[in-house]
């Protein structure tokens, strides 16, 4: 079973649906980083510490992380636009919840609850993009689905934080609520029915990283540069302030750089990936090791600060889609299945890399979370190189064109 399936529908409906998906990705990462910029304002208000508030992401990030696998197996026959706006659902009514909980603990068990659906939306919303176009068409699918990361760090995390400045915390969530159901009704009016394409049950979703040599390979490489990103990437505010001094206006340039270069990243291995998947992946890890090795040498000068987090989002952004492609090549008839081992690797090495990054910096200096960012990257180039002697291609250009 190849994971695209032809519709009946116009160009201009089918591009319209990728949209909404990308819509609907960047109202999930949205939602799941949002507490990262009203951390001050919630701890505040519900008498919680800031690092207890941080549990708002953290728990959410497990939960999703964890949980996919089960999920994606336990509603293998569900058509995909169902589940798709049953999740859009819970994001809503979750948001909603957030807004008007009188105590932590509800908030807490609401973003565990929250976090499932995040975790399954990755595990097929990108493959729903790809099934929607013609399949010469389905990379480039993938690629302005996955752009709603950059748009969510560019546009979603500054607005929300611009929101409760002028509102509160507890009305952003309540807007963001009313946001996620827009959305919610787009999907339900725009995408056409997706029945599901890939009826695997829980033992074969676990199963198949030990089944399928190309997959377990995959993730290895995935995990790795995971890992080291969020491992250093999660420091690069301490890092920028100490080595440069630079205010926080300049932090918000940064990131709004890295976002912006996300985006580019993701549009030129849009074009890469069907020529060469596993060039444009090692040129993106290698991008990311630059990135890494020019914030430790220049980021004591604010250009070169721009210029190492500007070239950061452009590695991370195509690494991103080549992942995915990656994914789809090593298990073209599973790709959900797939995708959900690959959701449970990648959030889990969210929090395992922000958390030994952590443990870095506080025992052996800031700089040396990077470092550990360095050496995982590093370690995942070598497992793709590995790769190119011991096993086929991860993915031919026909398996590409052919399937989404």
Sequence with gaps: MAAHVEHPHSTFRSWLGVSVITASLFMFVTTELMPVGLLTPVSTNLGVSLGIAGLMVTLYGISAGLGVPFIVAWTRRVNRRMLLTTLLAVLTVGNLVTAISPNFALILTTRLIMGFANGVFWAIGVSMAMRLVPARHASRASAVALSGISIAAVVGMPLGTFLESLTSWRTTF????????????AVAAIVPSLPSANAVSVREVLGLPFRNRQLRLVIAAVTLYVLGHFGAYTFIRPIAENNASVTAAFISVLLVAYGVGGAAGNFIASYTVTRNLRASFVVAGTGLVVSMLLLLSLGH?????????????VSFGAANLCQINMTLGAAPETFEAAMSINTLGYNTSIALGALFGGLFADNFGVESAVWFGVALTTASLLVMLGMRRRTSPVASDDVLASTG
């Design 301 to 313: 000068t604010r250009p070169g600060l721009f210029l190492s987090v500007l070239l950061w989002g």
């Design 174 to 185: 309540l807007i963001w609520s009313a946001l996620c159901a827009l959305v919610f009704l």
